[in-house]
């Protein structure tokens, strides 16, 4: 039987069980079920270590049709754990592929599941909530399968960040720049590296745990905590850092897992939101200047407005214009802000870029 018409199955924590054709590696998988609503960008998706540990709905269709290549990886390896689409496609157009998404699955081990009603999976998901779910190509016990599910691990309370971190410190940029910053890698995207490096800064990269005295060692104008995988509640170790890079009063920006940080550092709860956001097409609104953005988005945990309309020295600074939440927090009395989306915004849009302008403006 050939790949292309080997049954797969996809089974969800609720007991909801879905047909389709198996894809990329044969074999089982399990995580968090998430959905993107993205057209574009698929490869940036899928090597975004913020997706570690959730498998992955993309909504639209022909996910594969322009090739893989080196260039559009956010890191050096597939983050997801696995990989839903309506059709997933081993042909493509793009003159510059290096090759097809499904020997790009293959060699990274992704279990993926085509022929799949997304539609009504991703609305399924928006009424019921994220959720567990196991894909297999090779189990089509639907007991074992739900054995196998029981195995996986809850995205509350799970640290991950440490699992995708860089292991040893590495520095990137103009060694004679004027502007010296200082990264925590939480799970950090390359090109927020390049957007950092493009504005003549000069970086040093740390591990997920690395103690603020050895990050100070390096004497950096500013410091950036990047965005990043799992619960941030589950990270004290980086919360107790940022505490300390804020007594430095030095300028600090903190993207997405950064922004849950310094809010929990300054005594703001995080909580898991009902699906979360994820996709190119999220407008937020920035309250200080009025003008509204299209933004790239990849969270499943957000920031308890309350906490931040008690806490009278942080200012809200972006919304987001579907349902309200937090996007964006400053500190009034130290130069310190942060956003829940990604400025970087590969591969785009750029209306957010803006911010690290800001950030550079900031440290000089």
């Known amino acids: 039987m ?157 640290e991950l960040s440490s699992t995708v971190s860089t292991k040893e410190e590495y520095e990137l940029g103009n060694k004679n720049a004027n502007i010296k910053v200082a990264v925590l890698d939480l799970g950090i995207k390359k090109n927020i590296l390049q957007c950092l490096i493009d504005r003549d800064m000069y970086i040093k990269v740390f591990p997920a745990k690395t103690s603020f005295s050895t990050m100070k060692k390096f004497n950096p104008t500013g410091y950036f905590i990047s965005n990043g995988p799992g619960d941030p509640s589950a990270m004290p170790y980086a919360v107790e850092t940022v505490k300390e890079i804020l007594k430095e009063n030095k300028p600090m920006f903190g993207i997405c897992l950064g922004h849950q940080l310094l809010a929990l550092a300054n005594g703001i709860s995080t909580f898991k939101m009902h699906h979360g956001h994820r996709g190119l097409n999220h407008p937020v609104k920035n309250i200080i200047t009025g003008r509204c953005e299209i933004t790239t988005q990849n969270h ?23 349902d309200n939440s937090i996007e964006g927090i400053r500190l009034k009395n130290k130069p310190v802000f942060s956003v829940q989306y990604h400025p970087e915004a590969t591969p785009g849009p750029h209306d957010s870029r803006y911010l690290f302008d800001d950030f550079l403006t900031m440290m000089k």
């Open 2 to 158: 050939s790949l292309e018409k080997k049954q797969a199955i996809l089974l969800l924590n609720d007991g909801t069980i879905f047909y389709g054709k198996a894809f990329g590696k044969i074999g089982t998988t399990t995580g968090e079920l998430c959905f993107s609503t993205g057209m574009t960008g698929y490869q940036e998706v899928f090597t975004d270590p913020s997706y570690a540990g959730q498998i992955l709905i993309m909504n639209s269709v022909h996910i594969g049709n322009y090739g893989v290549n080196e260039t559009d990886k956010e890191s050096d390896s597939v983050k997801i754990k696995g990989l839903i689409a309506r059709n997933l496609e081993e042909q493509y157009s793009r003159i510059q592929a290096k090759g097809s998404l499904q020997d790009y699955l293959i060699e990274n081990n992704i279990v993926a599941i085509e022929d799949i009603d997304t539609r009504a999976l991703v609305t399924h998901i928006r009424t019921k909530g994220a959720m567990n779910c196991i894909i297999s190509s090779d189990i089509d016990d639907i007991e074992k399968l739900k054995i196998e599910l029981a195995k996986c691990p809850d995205m509350n309370g799970l």
């Open 300 to 322: 499943g945990f957000g920031i308890f407005s309350d906490d931040v309309n008690k806490n009278q020295e942080i200012e809200i600074t972006h919304i987001n214009l579907n």
